[in-house]
């Protein structure tokens, strides 16, 4: 029996990438024969909910099969111009078939939308690709996983599901502690990490200390974690890349989720017009714990909430092109309302953090973002690509009984665009960036002086009233080329040249960055890989202490030098089976160059007190992954890294040496099950500290009487072992969640339930010493307790 579009397919929108195309007949005939192709792409989503659909699309001249993505999008290049049939298939909905006209040198565009299927159906089986499977038999680049946004609100979480705190479950990829979302990839710093929202760097990812991540899980549809050796078109880190990926609404009409947990609230709107040609969506969160608190203890001793709000839509162009605006603003808030603002006297005011009705403190910090994309083809085997982005972070702080105020920004408006184009066997590449960056740094700190007129505040060499401002205006350029070269079945190649300039720093540097892989099998590759790189703009701070507020940053200039990598990697990749497969590697890393201030407790920033080191870094990483199947997925990951810096002959662990770190995680959620149920546990080695070798009592010697005084009479100094000389005792974890589905009308219920830490491990977060008893004892304070928590979603 045939199938026909109208039977089969609720809507099916054709958008030619040119309108009024002449005949053929008209045109003049080419002196050389060239192959007539074009491109197709398009998307596959749900016709009740227009949630993307995973399905296998295939045509039929020639006969070729491709899988959607998480977002539900697909692409054939080199389509031979003229008839084609289409085909839809996803298991539970109705096919879809179509037919399609492909012009040569145009791009065409199509939306497919499936309508389920009540009954029980016989099972599909599909020989299609999964995004994974395509990335291993078309890509050279090697340490990259994909999640995707549905398997993030999958897995337990604290409070709600985190895109960042997912990807510390990686392989390679440390979290220091349960109380930070930050993580330190093969041995390298927490500001080595290149994170993009839709391509845009985001400076400050963490709310609340690096509690929480600033992505909202509803907007996002997915992420992909490189965590070495990542290709030339990306600059400016030394580490790894996290790319997140905005969700496309592809539904007509207004839909949304609203998500209501025990600690924030958020709400996510979007829809899609014009036969799909604009989408858009905008999503909005609060945390309230500080209400939560106020309810809890009667009194408003923990006044601070953050806030989110991102927005994105995509407009489709002539000829398959696009054009993307992406927003995200973000703020963390310390604050308070005294009884005189709720009388009206006074709109509000800072918190009162002492006895001290006179004592207050303004705190706040946060990010803007806005970037415009471009994506636009140029025949069927060209792309051209251009980006204009501003980001910016910045943070407040003020004390004003203690005369301290600290404030710091920077600001970044970036231009750069790729080109790409597809041969037979060759993928050529070629682009640029140029940014313009603004650093501000200002403090003023009272310098307080005892009777004898010695300094009693922090040492300040560059200013003798404690009033300190620093600006930086750098800017940077950047040529990049890459060719992905497969001469025969077995190879893959991809080599690439990265040029950079830094006015401020007058610094000129190349990166050439290669990887291969060889195919022993069609299922078993080999792949190497190296390459150099390097980074101009840092996040000042002392990687030993184990939270993180937020961060100063600032740029290489004449006194602060660029800091560079060389990373070189060895692994293998292989599929057990269509949605299973395995992958080892093993990475070197070296480091020159790195900066840290001299000081963990004195907040502010000095160039000429920066130190400066080097380190190096190796281990291996294991990944075990389960795709989707019948509901369940997951992984298993082992890494197995050392991790060591030197600075003036003294080799030391640096705090985020994690020798042996393991994540198990489980998620299962079938297709005709109302339950979702996710499992993670975690296991590792304790990540090094410095600990004491004991108390020192100071004495006071009195010049009149000539004598000392008794021990102690001057006070008490702890003196420090080795840095980093000890080892947190072993760590583990068990996390759990559910959720359950209920269908009301056109809504969607869906309670959840997260439990942390089930057999409330005590983990040891750090150690203090109490010098009030003899001898002197030291003391563990615990990492998170078992910490139920509760929420609710609900879609329409």
């Known amino acids: 029996m045939r199938l026909t579009p109208t039977a089969l397919v609720t809507a099916v929108s054709v958008v030619a990438g040119a309108v009024g195309a002449r005949a053929v007949a008209q045109q003049p005939a080419p002196r050389q024969a060239t192959a007539a192709v074009g491109s197709l792409t398009g998307a596959v989503t749900n016709a009740a909910t227009g949630d993307p659909l995973r399905a296998e699309i295939s045509i039929d001249r020639p006969r070729r099969s491709v899988r959607t993505d998480s977002a539900g999008y697909f692409a054939f290049r080199e389509v031979p111009a003229g008839r084609i049939r289409l085909r839809a298939i996803s298991f539970g909905f109705t096919p879809a078939d179509t037919v399609l006209i492909v012009r040569s040198g145009e791009a065409l565009t199509v939306s497919l939308r499936l309508r389920a299927v009540p009954q029980s159906l016989a099972e599909v089986r599909t020989v299609a690709k999964s995004p994974e499977r395509t990335r291993f038999d078309e890509q050279a680049t090697p340490s990259v996983v994909s999640i995707s946004g549905a398997e993030v609100r999958r897995i337990p979480a604290l409070g709600e599901s985190d895109v960042l705190r997912t990807a510390a479950l990686l392989p390679g990829v440390v979290a220091r502690n349960d109380f930070s979302a930050g993580f330190n990839v093969r041995g390298g710093e927490a500001d080595q990490n290149l994170v993009l929202l839709d391509g845009i760097q985001i400076y400050n990812q963490f709310h609340m200390g690096g509690l929480f991540g600033t992505f909202i899980d509803k907007a996002v549809s997915g992420v992909d974690v490189m965590t070495g050796a990542f290709p030339s078109r990306y600059g400016g880190r030394l580490s790894s890349v996290l790319d997140v990926k905005s969700l496309e609404e592809t539904r007509h009409g207004l839909h949304g989720t609203a998500e209501v947990s025990l600690l924030s609230s958020s709400l996510f709107l979007g829809g899609a017009l014009s036969e799909n040609k604009l989408s858009w969506n905008f999503a909005v969160r609060r945390t309230y714990a500080d209400k939560v608190v106020e309810w809890i203890r009667g009194?408003?001793?923990?006044?601070?909430?953050?806030?989110?709000?991102?927005?994105?839509?995509?407009?489709?162009?002539?000829?398959?092109?696009?054009?993307?605006?992406?927003?995200?603003?973000?703020?963390?808030?310390?604050?308070?309302?005294?009884?005189?603002?709720?009388?009206?006297?006074?709109?509000?005011?800072?918190?009162?953090?002492?006895?001290?009705?006179?004592?207050?403190?303004?705190?706040?910090?946060?990010?803007?973002?806005?970037?415009?994309?471009?994506?636009q083809p140029l025949g069927a085997r060209t792309m051209l690509s251009q980006r204009l982005a501003y980001t910016r972070f910045g943070t407040h702080f003020d004390l004003p009984s203690k005369s301290v105020y600290l404030a710091q920004s920077v600001a970044e408006v970036q231009l750069a665009g790729t080109i790409t184009h597809a041969a037979r066997r060759?993928?050529?590449?070629?682009?640029?960036?140029?940014?313009?960056?603004?650093?501000?740094?200002?403090?003023?700190?009272?310098?307080?002086?005892?009777?004898?007129?010695s300094d009693a505040g922090f040492p300040d060499p560059l200013a003798t009233d404690g009033d300190t401002t620093m600006r930086q205006t750098p800017m940077m350029a950047g040529l990049f080329a890459e060719d992905l070269w497969k001469p025969n079945d077995r190879w893959l190649v991809?080599?690439?040249?990265?040029?950079?300039?830094?006015?401020?720093?007058?610094?000129?540097?190349?990166?050439?960055?290669?990887?291969?892989?060889?195919?022993?099998?069609p299922r078993l590759a080999i792949t190497a890989a190296g390459g150099r790189y390097s980074q101009w703009m840092r996040a000042m701070r002392n990687e030993d202490l184990p939270l993180r507020v937020f961060d100063l940053?600032?740029?290489?200039?004449?006194?602060?030098?660029?800091?560079?990598?060389?990373?070189?990697?060895l692994g293998a990749e292989r599929w057990l089976a269509k949605d299973r497969f395995l992958r080892v590697e093993g990475y070197s890393k070296n480091y020159d160059r790195l900066a840290e201030p001299a000081s963990t407790v004195d907040p502010r920033i000095r160039p000429t007190l920066l130190r400066y080191y080097d380190g190096r870094s190796y281990g291996v990483d294991f990944y075990l992954r389960q795709l989707d199947h019948n509901g369940f997925s997951g992984w298993i990951a082992y890494s197995y890294g050392v991790t060591t810096r030197e600075r003036g002959g003294v080799t030391y662990w640096p705090a985020h040496d994690r020798r042996h770190n393991a994540n198990v995680v489980a998620t299962y959620a079938p297709a005709r099950s109302r339950w979702a149920l996710g499992s993670h546990l975690g296991i590792a080695s304790g990540t090094p500290y410095t600990g004491w070798a004991g108390l020192m009592?100071?004495?006071?010697?009195?010049?009149?009487?000539?004598?000392?005084?008794?021990?102690?009479?001057?006070?008490?100094?702890?003196?420090?072992?080795?840095?980093?000389?000890?080892?947190?005792?072993?760590?583990?974890?068990?996390?759990?969640?559910?959720?359950?589905?209920?269908d009301i009308g056109a809504m969607t219920v869906k309670p959840y339930v997260n439990l942390v830490n089930v057999f409330n491990r005590k983990n040891v977060f750090l150690y203090?010493?109490?010098?009030?008893?003899?001898?002197?004892?030291?003391?563990?304070?615990?990492?998170?307790?078992?910490?139920?928590?509760?929420?609710?979603?609900?879609?329409?």
């Open 697 to 742: 009592n100071r004495y006071r010697y009195d010049p009149v009487r000539n004598v000392w005084g008794p021990p102690g009479s001057d006070g008490e100094e702890d003196v420090r072992g080795p840095r980093n000389g000890e080892r947190f005792p072993f760590y583990w974890r068990l996390d759990l969640s559910a959720e359950r589905r209920f």
């Open 426 to 453: 060759h993928t050529m590449s070629a682009g640029y960036e140029a940014s313009s960056y603004r650093t501000s740094y200002r403090e003023q700190i009272a310098i307080e002086t005892n009777g004898d007129n």
């Open 768 to 796: 203090t010493i109490d010098t009030n008893t003899d001898p002197p004892q030291v003391k563990g304070a615990s990492q998170l307790p078992f910490l139920p928590s509760f929420g609710l979603r609900m879609d329409w």
């Open 299 to 375: 009194n408003n001793d923990f006044p601070y909430h953050f806030q989110d709000a991102q927005f994105r839509s995509r407009l489709a162009l002539p000829k398959g092109g696009s054009l993307g605006l992406t927003m995200y603003a973000g703020k963390d808030l310390l604050y308070h309302q005294d009884e005189s603002a709720q009388l009206g006297s006074d709109p509000g005011g800072p918190i009162d953090i002492t006895d001290d009705d006179n004592e207050t403190i303004t705190f706040d910090w946060g990010n803007r973002v806005v970037g415009l994309t471009l994506d």
């Open 553 to 569: 940053w600032m740029a290489s200039d004449s006194s602060i030098p660029v800091s560079t990598s060389t990373q070189f990697s």
């Open 494 to 521: 991809r080599a690439g040249l990265r040029g950079e300039f830094v006015s401020g720093a007058n610094w000129l540097g190349l990166s050439p960055r290669v990887s291969a892989k060889y195919f022993l099998t």
